[in-house]
């Protein structure tokens, strides 16, 4: 069944660029426009919501997370990101304008789906984002866009991840297509990078064996950072949560422009930080500031894991670790910048010794709250 591969999740990880290409599959039209039959619900409440609500647990949230800088980018509508199980227990201000994105793989997890109910009882439409055809959670939405992942048996989810994103993306386009904020050529570029991130995808897969290596060269620490700055922000708490299930260690996201604001006072001789670097084009300030975040961490005896686009020449004096993703427009990044840090969790957690498809205390659906 494991095709080979030593693990589920080595297997999962390497039909990532299978996957992505799945989910995008029949979606786009001749025309390049988006094509989400699926989401049935009407183009008026789709055009008249003031506001977009997602909600999710885990690595879902992570997805979701990402999602809000596409929609609000791409659409202009306000987009809020909660933690499913604390969404409803704080009296979230929902009505009919609202619409609610519920993104989840089992289509199971409890605190969703109460997050989803609690919702649709205020008036809100809710569209599911999910796995896992007849499931509960698009059952009880009012519409919902499968990603077309396939069945995920690792417990950390990361092929589900990928074409969580790829559907929010997609989504997000698909609102700003019936909302007017997005025309044909705008659209049209951005899936025609969507189209080939599935080879970027397989170009970053290739290139893994240095950060097995690295991987297995940590397997002794007790502590790993990693930072990001926007989408890279997600990215690296996405990294963190993969290392802390798999490789039980203490791993920690942060936001690069925390840095001094606390996190900072962490870094000590030889700890390893992981830095997700933005495309130097398009928003360059970004990229210009977590530059200048790894030089400062570098300076504090960090030893520093750069993950940057081929061509970011003006990293490498400070990377004790180089890690190279293809070239590819900022919002899609974490297509590609997630890849390593699957990699990277799942090596290390093997060096350690630990089951990765079963880790210890987790269950692949969290049915209750
Ligand atoms: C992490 C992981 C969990 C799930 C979370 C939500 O690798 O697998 O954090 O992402 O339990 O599960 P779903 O997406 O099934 O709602």
């Known amino acids: 069944e494991k095709g080979g591969y030593a693990s589920f999740m080595l297997k999962e990880i390497a039909e990532q660029p299978k996957a992505v290409a799945d989910t995008l599959l029949g979606r786009i039209d001749g025309a390049g426009r988006l094509t ?80 989803l109910r609690h919702a649709r009882e205020q008036g809100a439409k809710v569209l599911a984002v999910c796995n896992t055809n007849g499931s509960t959670i ?52 951005v899936v025609r990078d969507l189209a080939r991130i599935g080879d970027d995808v397989e170009r970053v897969l290739e290139t893994m064996e240095p950060v097995r290596a690295l991987a297995r060269s940590l397997a002794d620490k007790d502590t ?26 203490h791993a920690e996201g942060f936001a690069a422009g925390e840095l001094k604001h606390g996190p900072i006072a962490l870094v000590e001789e030889d700890l390893p930080v992981v830095v997700v670097v933005p495309s130097p084009r398009g928003r360059s300030v970004l990229h210009d500031k977590i530059v200048s975040n790894i030089q400062e961490i570098r300076a504090r005896g960090a030893r520093t894991i750069v993950i940057a686009e081929e061509g970011d020449d003006a990293v490498v004096p400070y990377a004790d670790h180089l890690v190279r993703i293809p070239a590819t427009p900022t919002l899609l990044q974490p297509l590609v910048a997630t890849v390593p840090l699957q990699v990277f969790a799942c090596e290390l957690a093997t060096a350690r010794g630990n089951e990765v498809d079963q880790p210890r205390n987790l269950a692949k659906s969290v049915t209750v709250e």
């Open 36 to 115: 989400l039959d699926e989401v049935r619900i009407p183009g008026a409440v789709l055009r008249e919501a003031d506001k977009v609500v997602i909600v999710a647990c885990g690595t879902a949230f992570h997805a979701g997370l990402i999602a809000k800088y596409a929609i609000e980018h791409w659409t202009r509508i306000p987009c809020e990101v909660e933690l499913a199980s604390e969404f409803r227990y704080r009296d979230p201000i929902l009505d009919q304008r609202t619409l609610v994105i519920a993104i989840s793989q089992s289509g199971e997890t409890m605190d969703t789906l109460m997050a």
């Open 138 to 189: 698009p059952r009880e939405s009012d519409a919902v866009l499968y990603t077309h992942a396939g069945p995920e048996v690792a417990v950390a989810s990361t092929k589900a991840f990928l074409t969580q994103l790829v559907a929010c993306y997609l989504l997000a386009l698909y609102l700003g297509q019936v909302r007017g904020t997005q025309w044909g050529d705008e659209i049209h570029a």
């Open 224 to 249: 790993v950072l990693f930072l990001g700055r926007h989408v890279g922000y997600p990215v690296a708490l996405e990294g963190a949560l993969k290392l802390k299930e798999l490789a039980y260690m």
